[in-house]
Structures are given as C-alpha cells and as structure tokens.
C-alpha cells in the first residue's frame, strides 16, 4: 500500500509539473507576442532620433598606436562601436514591417551611418602605426574587428529592413553607397567562410549582406 501510494503521488507531481510547464510556456507565448507587435508599431520620431543620434557616433576615424597602448582609450573605443551597434540592432526591429518608421528613419538620417557600420568591415582594422609595423597590437585589432563584423550585421539587416517595399528609401541607401558596402563585406568574409563556423559572425554578415542586396535591386 505504500508504495502504490508513493506511485500514486508520484504521478500527481508529474502532472501537477506539466501543467505548470505548460502554464510557464503560454504565459512566455503571450509576453513575446504582445513584444512583437509592440517592436511593430509606429514610434514617435523622437525615439527614432535617439537612435540615429547613437548611430551617428559609430567611429569611423583612424586607430593609432597611441589608442591601442591606452587601455582607457581602447576600451572606451570599443563601448562606441557596441553601442552604435546597439541602436542598429533596435531600428532594425523597429522598422521591420512597419512603413511609417521605415519613412521617419529614413528622413531623421539613419541611411548613411548605417553604411558606414557595413563599409567598415572591409576598410578595418583602422590602423595607423608610427612604427610602420602593421602587425603591431595585432590581438586589439583583432578584437576591434570582430567587433565591427557583429555591428555590420544588424546594420546590414536594418538597410535590408529599411529597404523592403520602399523604392524611397532603397534610392537613399543607393545613393549613400549602401550597396557598395555590402558587396565588399560580403567580399571581405567570403576568404574566410571556408574556416568559418556554421553560424558564425561572418556567415551571418553574408547572408544578410546578400538579402540587403536583393532587396536594395527589387
């Protein structure tokens, strides 16, 4: 008798744990719808501001030897890049099917730092050594580069996003260079796609460089 009811109990906790499970699992459901169609709706153009403001401070200048010797100097480099990249990733979810927020990014500026992000994949490391030596400090350009790589990839994917079903805002991006950058980031990850993780940083620049392509020719 004490072991069917320990049986008999050890049932109802498994249930009682599905039903919980399950619970957990439809209230996770509705959270992340009611964030979809709130990423989706049309913002205020301040809010679209903020982001192109952040965007716009992406650095695209030299990296010395100076910089890569100041620790401070470096790190906050770097804090620049991920930020920027941060507001590329936000407008990208913004402006993904929602046309009013396509238009406002499109007439606050967003196209061009977006294309600097990409451009700069095939242009870094920015690097200007006093020493002539290219290889100086060659562990913090690394780390600066593939920083640049994570950034083009949500800055690839909100020109792509920008430029779905929008012939105004495929023209800008045109005409800021867009489809240039892209091409030659996809040219600066393809020599190494062969060494390249499935899902790596440049399998994923490619791709969405490609699908920014095709939708910049539409």
């Known amino acids: 008798d004490a072991l069917l009811a320990l049986r008999d109990g050890g049932a109802r906790v498994r249930e009682l744990a599905s039903r919980v499970a399950s619970a957990a699992a439809a209230t996770r459901a509705k959270a992340f719808a009611k964030n979809v169609s709130d990423w989706k709706t049309a913002k205020e153009t301040s809010v679209l501001a903020t982001l192109v403001a952040e965007m716009r401070r992406f650095p695209v ?22 930020a920027a990249g941060r507001a590329a990733a936000t407008l990208k979810a913004l402006v993904c099917a929602n046309a009013h927020n396509r238009d406002t990014a499109r007439a606050l500026g967003a196209t061009a730092p977006l294309v600097a992000m990409v451009a700069s994949v095939a242009s870094s490391p ?22 640049r790589v994570i950034v083009a990839i949500d800055a690839a994917g909100a020109l792509r996003n920008l430029a779905y079903a929008n012939p105004a ?21 393809g020599a190494s ?7 790596g940083p440049r399998r994923r620049l490619a791709f969405v460089s490609a699908s920014a392509l095709a939708n910049l020719k539409t």
Do not use: M, Q, W
């Not at 910089?67 to 470096?74: E, K, Q, Y």
């Not at 200007?128 to 593939?146: F, I, Q, T, W």
């Not at 005409?175 to 240039?180: F, Q």
């Open 61 to 82: 200048s030299d990296v010395t030897d100076a910089t890569l010797r100041d620790a401070n100097a470096l790190e906050s480099l770097e804090s620049e890049i991920s």
């Open 169 to 189: 805002n495929r023209a800008a991006a045109i005409a800021a260079g867009a489809a240039e950058a892209l091409e030659a980031a996809s040219r600066a990850c």
């Open 126 to 147: 920015f690097f200007v050594s006093e020493k002539g030596d290219p290889r100086v400090y060659e562990k913090a350009l690394s780390a600066l580069h593939e920083a």
């Open 193 to 199: 796609l062969a060494s390249a993780a499935p899902d």
